[in-house]
């Protein structure tokens, strides 16, 4: 196992993003997915369905853009810690199934990266002010 890599310049723009803020994001983005996915779902029949489109929309949003609904509004950026770049689609799925998990997402280092974070070489930073 090898020892942790100190963050980048670039991935620290803002420094790590509070913890209230990512989980302030985290309730928008599910309130978010309640609404869509209710318009097609029960959401008592299909509980599935929000969490599902959780994960398609990190995996969308959060590899593209580096960043989900919730985190654009309160200004949060989800980035690569080696270069501060959109993680890309395939490691935001990674982390969006494992943030729905749960526990890997409260099981965090001093750089308040959870393992779901670390799994996909991510880091949640706040976005660097606009101007």
């Not at 199934?97 to 965090?108: E, G, N, Q, S």
Request: charged share 15%; net charge positive.
């Amino acid at each position: 196992m090898q020892a942790p890599q100190p963050v980048p310049q670039p991935a620290r723009a803002g420094g790590p993003a509070p913890l209230a803020r990512r989980f302030g994001a985290l309730f928008i983005d599910w309130i978010a997915c309640v609404l869509v996915t209710g318009g097609f779902v029960h959401p008592t029949r299909q509980s599935w369905a929000p969490v599902a489109a959780l994960i398609l929309g990190y995996g969308f949003f959060i590899g593209v853009f580096g960043a989900s609904p919730g985190m654009y509004l309160l200004r949060l950026r989800c980035v690569r810690v080696t270069d501060g770049a959109p993680v890309g689609i395939f490691w935001a799925l990674v982390r969006g199934v494992l943030l729905c998990l749960v526990i890997p997402a409260l099981i965090m280092d001093d750089q308040r990266r959870g393992l779901h974070d670390r799994a996909a070489g991510s880091i949640v930073v706040n976005a660097a002010p606009k101007g």
